[in-house]
């Protein structure tokens, strides 16, 4: 992460604590970690967006584990941003459905505070922008909506739209699913197998691209858990969509690395590609040796050159889980940046 060769203690450190925070189970590990080796835990967890679920863990810890003072208070001081920044999303994403639902028109919550009402603290799921799926029948009566508010909207190449609603940046979508297929391959939205193979392909679509952080790995496990869904369903869409490779490589990563049980395919194949992806970048990517540099202070042009060029250098990851959804998401970024 960051280019940083981590102490394997710390990596593990920070998977037992996220562990025990998402499951709400104690804390088991190696957790004999100098100052500094704790403070790298912190920073670790940042760049995950993992800091709540790392620090309901060290809750968790038995009294004999020794956490210095400065981290406590580094991560009670985060925590409590988090929470504070989660309540933001919440009521916006409140208010924005209330004006919406006003109006007459049915969008619904992807991710974000939809997905962290199934952790046992909701508020402290890091919470990024706020993303709407509208029905593209009701698409053009939802804008007019946004601009009658007298917010300024930017559209981007992918056609969703872009605004701001309170102090909460809107990302409001076309498509329920970040998928090129025939519409009729998908199921029914809403629904459990939907919001299951949503996830899924959320994740798949930034392991494509620029990179993804634990914390999108937290909500599939937990959704997993949580939603009730017909297993034989779910595993007929993976195979028809040709998912089946990356949902076995996403479900060994689930089990090993965050002890997530009952999966579709479970343990079975080695999880190693996927938490290289993972380590290497943190959130989106964003902590990868040189992203961090062109993503802050450079151009929308070098940002896009940066992200097709690691799309490139993980063509052979890409096209071993999910060959046409590559060719498909290559083909897409190319057409929407002519």
Known sequence: MAGKQDDGRVVEALFALVRSGLWESPSTGDFLLSDAEWKRVFELSKE????????????LLPDSVYVPDSTMIDFMMETERIKRASEEVVAARDTLLAAMDGAGLHPIVLKGPSVAEYYSEPLLRVSGDLDVFVDPEEWDACV???ESKGLK???APDGSLHYTWGNVEVDQHRSYFDLHCKPELLPLVPSPCAELLMLSSHILKHCISAGVGLRQLCDIAIAYKSVSYDKAELLSYYKSLGLVCWNRLLDAFLAEYLGAEDLPYGPGVSPRPLAKIILNGGNFGFYATGRHEAVLGSSKTRRKLNTFSRMLARLPFSLKYSARETF???????KGNL
């Open 144 to 146: 007019q909506l946004i």
């Open 328 to 334: 498909a998401t290559i083909a897409s970024l190319v």
């Open 153 to 155: 909207t930017e559209s």
């Open 48 to 59: 995950q967006t993992v800091t709540g679920l790392a620090g309901r863990g060290i809750a």
